[in-house]
């Protein structure tokens, strides 16, 4: 039986218990103390050449780093859009964009506005198209949230249809609550690698106020403000660079990458249905924004309230963006502060075109 990094974590995680015994259930003797550690040492020894494995098996053909593979069917008949023929002119750049609360977006923004000639796509209006994905320009920008140290599953397919035949320069901006964004970064130049041999020539996370409401309260107020203030000096480090089409190493982070070994693929094998979680209160007034700003055209107004369709992509827009915080979660949404990154409006968060 081939070893599989999955069996150097079990070994690694099934030997913490008996480590555990060992230490405090048997009598403190020297043999005792000698046994749990070398368990404790094995356990190391097993994570790592777990991390080890994984980084050789990311490289094999047949492994997309935890995408589903129906992520991965690209039509090759149908080209969304055509490159034109020949002619001179200046550098053009698309960045393409993910976004819940708006921070992926703000930072879209900010960059564009430090380039000449570039255009921001919603990668949600691309949803609906099918096969290759031929960008009109020469200069490619990705920007989108970390989930679960990885890409939204939505990102991820989207970076699965890409041809960069036509690019010169390729660069990836993942905005985090904390961390994860180093890891996605190296996911998706995986990705784009295996598609088109041609992977990031840079990548850089940007720590923003974190979103995951469904798990904690948003910073606020002054915390908020400091966040924002340090992201905007992240931002204005990037620019120059991405215009000047400087290439950089990669960052990596081993202990992302063991979160998103560990709990990524958890994510997406539940992550569409996750709205079943989803519930709505009488303070709802029917406005529309929801069903509006939802990036995964997962809700429905029916009488006037929204329906999830169970292909959500958990970016927590709508119970962030809901002007009665009326969307919850479970129990514990209801007291958690609300989040929409200052520099973006509702308007822009409804675009899907
Ligand atoms: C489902 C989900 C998972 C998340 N996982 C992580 C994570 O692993 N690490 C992290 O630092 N932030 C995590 N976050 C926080 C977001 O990445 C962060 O707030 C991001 O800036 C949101 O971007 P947006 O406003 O463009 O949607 C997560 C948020 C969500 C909704
Ligand atoms: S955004 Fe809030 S108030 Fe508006 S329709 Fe959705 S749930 Fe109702
Ligand atoms: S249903 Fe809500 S959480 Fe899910 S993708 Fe749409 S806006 Fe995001």
Redesign the pocket.
């Known amino acids: 039986m081939k070893i599989k990094e999955i069996h150097m974590k079990i070994i690694a995680i099934g030997l913490i218990p008996v480590f555990l015994v060992l230490a405090f259930a048997l009598p403190n003797t020297a043999s005792t103390a000698i046994l749990s550690g070398g368990i404790m040492i094995t356990a190391f020894v097993a994570t790592f050449i777990g991390i080890s494995m994984q980084k050789k098996e990311a490289k094999e053909p047949d492994d997309l780093l935890a995408i589903p593979p129906k992520y991965c069917r690209v039509d090759p008949s149908t080209e969304c859009q055509k490159r034109p023929a020949g002619g001179t002119r200046t550098m053009k750049t698309i960045i393409y ?11 879209a923004k900010k960059i564009a506005a430090a380039l000449n000639d570039c255009e921001l796509v919603p990668i949600a209006s691309l949803q609906k198209t099918t096969g290759n994905i031929v960008p009109q320009a020469e200069r490619i920008g990705i ?8 890409l ?1 599953l939505m990102v991820a397919a989207f970076a699965g249809r890409l041809d960069l035949s036509g690019v010169q320069y390729i660069f990836a901006v ?8 180093e890891t ?1 970064i190296r996911q998706l130049d995986g990705i784009l690698r295996k598609r088109s041999g041609h992977g990031l020539d840079a990548g850089y996370p ?10 904690y309260s ?1 910073p606020a107020g002054e915390k908020k403000e400091e966040i924002l203030a340090k992201a905007d000096e992240q931002i204005a480090g990037i620019t120059g660079p991405v215009s000047q089409c400087e290439k950089r190493a990669l960052p990596s982070s081993l202990i ?1 990458r063991l ?2 070994t560990l ?1 990524y693929p958890w ?1 997406t094998s539940h ?1 569409h249905t ?1 709205d079943k979680k989803f519930t709505v209160n009488d303070k709802c007034t029917a406005c529309g924004t929801c069903a509006a700003i939802c990036p995964a055209n997962n809700i429905e107004l029916v009488e006037g309230k929204p329906v999830w369709k169970h292909h959500c ?5 709508c119970i ?1 963006l809901c002007p009665e915080g009326a969307i919850q979660a479970g129990k514990g949404t209801e007291a958690r502060v609300r ?3 200052p520099s ?1 409006t509702i308007a822009e968060l409804k675009r899907r075109s």
Not at 143 to 150: A, D, I, L, N, T
Not at 174 to 181: L, R, S, W, Y
Not at 313 to 317: F, H, P
């Open positions: 964009y993910f976004t819940g609360t708006g921070n992926s977006l703000a930072v920007v989108c949230p970390v989930y679960f140290s990885g939204p993942i905005t985090h609550g904390g961390g994860g964004g996605a940007v720590t923003m106020p974190g979103n995951y409401i469904l798990m948003s992302t979160l998103h709990l994510f992550v996750d992509e958990l970016c927590c827009g962030h989040y929409r990154n973006v």
